[in-house]
């Protein structure tokens, strides 16, 4: 099933690049995103999908995120952490490159697309003040209301799916959590991308 | 979705939309934002022009839009208005303000189900994917009357203090009502109530806007099957498979009667005379019956074998009864005597089910093969035979205005078809067999029960026909004629006029010309033109000539006289509208292209070609300067400029011109929109002017390619008729080799 999920490309104009943490306690926001994600009619990028391979991992998120159309970006991951308090600049980094196709296009896709996410008060602006000005999605870290700010935004875009409300896509967030929780049994913490995406897409379909 | 309430809008009252009310003691009252009536207007922020005039439009129907605030948060903006106006136009796709703004307004309007999202969709832009299966109104830019008329249909629905909100949660795409062991469903002639029949033996009452229960009927002892209204909507009959009809009283609930079926068979199908004075059952016994209120049998229809009937009709006379089940024909009976008066050989292996439309000239009748049969009844000819369903269709139903035709069958389908094709144009899914369908009696949705639930669908508007149409007769229904409300309003504030010294008769002017404005929108030329010109005197007078608020009353006359074919006098008014016009803002002012080109129309139609070239040509100008060389609005007057050409017999010039209105169009509405295809069709006729066969059929064929593809889209977008018979046209042209000149 991987396999033919791989197998087929998906179509740059209707793909999301989601960059948003991987670690456990963001898991249910995570899933939110991509079930949502996927009953708006769109596919779900991230750097995961392509795996461990021999390929530097920034040029593997440079070509997933270039050669999707649009991207969300969480930037709740940016704090101080660890012993050593080490703030993590993944996220701000990969918001940059879309950032930067946004305002100047690289190849055939057409201007790049991006939402930010942040929780609510968080302090970005203060750390990355360049990003004043522009709109992020504040959200208070449940999942409801992340479903609704990203369907606020998908469902203005060209190619997404109307006529569905964010209840449509919370209740089917159970069906997606049984399906994740199968396949954590069966793959430990590395789902592989493609399976949590043809999961988010037989819980659409319920 | 909210604003599936919009669809409800019942009225479009002059009074209302003018917010002014006179009280009991002669005095005026007057509306204010704090009554809720405070309008956040999403525009396309380059679109000035566009945002003044909407903004004056709202203000001048009563409502406040918000003016921006330096350094207030736009999102809180949104959030607080209760009303918010999405202005949807080919800039505002490509605006990140705007799409933020529509995103804002959608979130907002989840948190807060009394909000009213109202979008127009400006100069053919796409919808956003939130507006799918919603209500919205289309304007051109260029036209103030376009958007009187959208805001009035707000102020309307906002006027009716209805709850779009308690609408949102059953009339969206993925609503349903549960109704366990759903089986027959019924609206009520107004709408008001939708009935269903249960197998746990029930009629359940539902509100037939907001879905809310009303009233559940029986005793739940038997299998009630099918379920239908009286005319009047006081009675309501169910039929169960226990060989009992029941009927109730749907204002008290109680049961009034209930009619044993002689043989003991189930009644099939049951159905009220047009009259109300009878109700007819069909039997698995192979017989018909007609039965008065007192349950005393009329008279009998028996089918000559007897064999067990599924489904019967009143033709909308009520002068005619139709039957059909397993002997594979359609009766026709005489109700006055139960004659037999013809039978129509179907061809099915039975007849499942049968609907007159409305006008009474078609009958459909459905067969457990999935195929349907359409009939001339007139003529007692088949018409069409309709093929899609892989399984037994189950129900059919016209839509009021006789356009469409739904369904339903086995395999789980809704199909949607327009009587004069023979291919469906949307195909909707249900979970499990679908049983029975109908229209609601406004047009606006079409409800169908499968699998314990009721689906409601909302029929997209390309799909109605008569938008304005449906509106007005529900007006009459309900209120006043708005002829009459807008004769009061223009009453009202003429002795206003009269009565009032100069700075209020100046005030009471600007009245007239609004209600001039709105009476030329309905067509009331002579009434439009004297309060027009009513309010050009009373404004030159207070103002003087070359007043700004003379504009619009000049333009709009010179539309009224452009409407009675007076040409010399229409340009004589657009010369005015813009004298006046750049006087106020100089010849380089966005609003001067839609005068430009209005006055270019009406030289053109008195033959001043030259002086209509120049006139377009400045308003293609101006246009591209402000709204970028790709913009619809730019592609309208450029084939303005073809048929100028066109009568000048330059055929090659013109053919250039619309081929490059053509391409404008694609780049700016998409290749397959509309607009394109009648410009293909220009193009196709040009050819076929100057002879030239292939290039006909190249653009006839391109034509049809994007009727066929928007036909079997999902959007809301379609080609007009007149389209369709074109090409048809063009291609028995190109067909039958017939001379060029008998084409001319």
């Known amino acids: 099933m991987t396999e033919s999920l791989l197998a087929d490309v998906p179509d740059p104009a209707k793909s999301v690049f989601v ?19 996927v009953c708006c009619g769109f596919h779900p990028r991230s750097a995961l999908e392509t795996g461990s391979v021999s390929i530097p991992r920034m040029d593997r998120i440079a070509h997933c995120l270039l050669s999707s159309r649009y991207s969300i970006h969480d930037l709740s991951r940016c704090t101080g952490d660890g012993d050593r308090n080490l703030a993590r600049f993944n996220m701000p980094l990969e ?18 697309d991006w939402m930010l996410l942040v929780p609510k008060d968080h302090p970005y602006v203060e750390f990355v003040s360049d990003l004043a000005g522009y709109d992020p999605k504040e959200y208070d870290g449940s999942v409801q209301v992340v479903v609704q700010r990203v369907m606020g935004w998908l469902l203005t875009l060209p190619g997404g799916i109307g006529g569905l409300q964010p209840s449509d896509v919370l209740g089917r967030l159970e069906a997606f959590g049984h399906a994740r929780a199968e396949l954590t049994t069966e793959w430990g913490e590395d789902v592989p991308w493609p399976e949590l995406v043809l999961a988010a897409r037989a819980a659409a379909a319920c | 979705m909210p604003l599936i309430g919009w669809t409800e809008i019942a009225t479009v009252r002059m009074a209302g939309g003018v917010r002014i009310t006179a009280d009991h003691h002669g005095g005026m009252t007057e509306r204010t934002a704090d009554d809720g009536w405070n309008v956040f207007l999403s525009c396309p922020p380059g679109d000035r022009d566009l945002n003044e005039r909407l903004s004056d439009v709202l203000r001048e129907h009563g409502l406040f839009p918000r003016e921006p605030q330096p350094g207030a948060d736009w999102r809180t903006e949104i959030t607080d208005a209760p009303i918010v106006v999405l202005a949807i136009s080919p800039e505002a796709w490509s605006s990140d303000r705007c799409r933020s703004e529509w995103s804002a307004a959608l979130e907002s309007s989840w948190d807060d189900n009394r909000k009213i999202l109202f979008p127009i969709l400006i100069d053919s832009a796409a919808p956003p994917p939130f507006l799918l299966g919603t209500r919205y109104w289309s304007a051109s830019s260029l036209d103030d009357t376009d958007l009187v008329e959208a805001v009035l249909q707000l102020v309307t629905l906002v006027d009716e203090g209805r709850e779009p909100a308690n609408v949102s949660m059953v009339w969206n795409r993925a609503g349903e009502l549960r109704a366990d062991r759903a089986q027959g469903i019924a609206y009520s002639a107004d709408g008001d109530l939708l009935a269903v029949a249960t197998g746990d033996g029930h009629i359940l009452l539902r509100d037939g806007a907001t879905g809310r229960d009303r009233a559940i009927l029986g005793d739940g002892r038997l299998d009630m099957r099918t379920v239908t209204f009286s005319p009047d909507g006081r009675l309501v009959a169910g039929a169960a498979a226990d060989a009992i009809v029941l009927l109730w009283d749907t204002v008290s609930g109680a049961e009034v009667h209930r009619i044993q079926q002689p043989s003991g068979d189930r009644p099939t199908a049951v159905a009220f005379s047009p009259d109300g004075r009878s109700l007819a059952t069909a039997g698995a016994d192979g017989i018909a019956r007609l039965w008065d209120f007192a349950g005393r049998e009329i008279v009998s229809c028996v089918p000559a074998l007897r064999r067990p009937l599924e489904t019967i009709a009143f033709s909308p006379d009520g002068q005619f009864l139709v039957t059909g089940g397993h002997d594979r024909e359609i009766r026709i009976w005489n109700t006055d005597n139960g004659d037999q008066v013809d039978t ?16 009474g000239r078609t009958l459909v009748a459905g067969g457990p093969d999935g195929r349907m049969i359409l009939w001339d009844v007139a003529r007692r000819k088949p018409t069409a035979s309709l093929r899609g369903h892989k399984g037994a269709v189950r129900a059919v139903s016209f839509s009021p205005d006789t356009r469409l035709l739904a369904s339903a069958a086995d395999d789980g389908r809704v199909r949607i078809w327009t009587i004069d094709e023979t291919e469906p144009v949307a195909d909707l899914p249900h979970r499990g067999r679908v049983t029975s369908i109908q229209f609601s009696p406004n047009g606006l949705y079409l409800a169908a029960s499968a699998a314990d639930t009721i689906a409601l669908w909302v029929v997209p508007t390309a799909l109605r026909r008569h938008r304005l149409a449906e509106v007005e007769a529900a007006a009459y229904a309900l209120s006043p004629p708005p002829e009459q ?37 309905q067509g009331r030329w002579d009434a439009a033109y004297s309060r027009l010109v009513e309010a050009i005197d009373a404004i030159e007078r207070s103002g003087g000539p070359d007043h700004p608020d003379l504009v619009t009353p000049w333009m709009n006359l010179g539309l009224v006289a452009a409407a009675r074919l007076q040409w010399p006098r229409a340009v004589h008014c657009f010369d005015q509208a813009i004298r006046i016009q750049q006087l106020r803002f100089g010849r380089e002012h966005p609003s001067l292209g839609r005068l430009l080109v209005a006055l270019g129309e009406a030289e053109r139609q008195r033959s001043e070609l030259d002086r209509a070239t120049e006139l377009f040509q400045e308003a293609r100008q101006l246009r591209a300067r402000f709204l970028g060389a790709d913009h619809p609005a730019v592609a309208a007057v450029v084939l303005d400029l073809a048929t100028v050409e066109e009568e000048r017999d330059h055929l090659y010039e013109a053919g250039v011109l619309l081929r490059e209105a053509a391409e404008i169009q694609r ?61 048809a046209e063009l291609l028995t042209w190109v067909d039958a080799g017939e001379p060029m000149g008998e084409l001319r």
């Not at chain 2, 129509?344 to 006008?359: H, I, N, P, S, Y």
């Not at chain 2, 050819?687 to 066929?708: K, P």
Request: with cysteine; glycine share 8%; charged share 25%.
């Open chain 2, 485 to 521: 409300m807008t004769e009061q309003v223009g009453d009202l504030f003429r002795e206003l006029a009269r009565s009032q010294a100069n700075p209020e008769r100046h005030d009471a002017a600007r009245w007239l010309t609004r209600v001039g404005v709105l009476l030329r929108a």
């Open chain 2, 344 to 359: 129509l050989k179907t061809g099915l292996r039975a007849v499942e089910t049968m609907a007159f439309a409305q006008d």
């Open chain 1, 19 to 37: 960059n948003c943490p991987f670690d456990e306690m963001y898991r249910p926001i995570m899933d939110a995103i991509v079930l949502t994600l």
């Open chain 1, 95 to 112: 918001l940059g490159i879309a950032i930067g196709q946004n305002m100047r296009p690289v190849g055939d896709l057409q201007r790049h």
């Open chain 2, 667 to 727: 780049r700016s509405l998409g290749p397959d929109h509309p607009a394109v295809a009648l410009s293909l069709l220009r193009l196709g006729r040009l050819a076929r002017r100057q002879g030239q066969r292939v290039q006909c059929r190249s653009f006839a064929v391109d034509c049809l390619e994007i009727i066929r593809l928007l036909e079997h889209s999902a959007g809301t977008l379609r080609v007009d008729d007149e389209v369709r018979r074109g090409v």
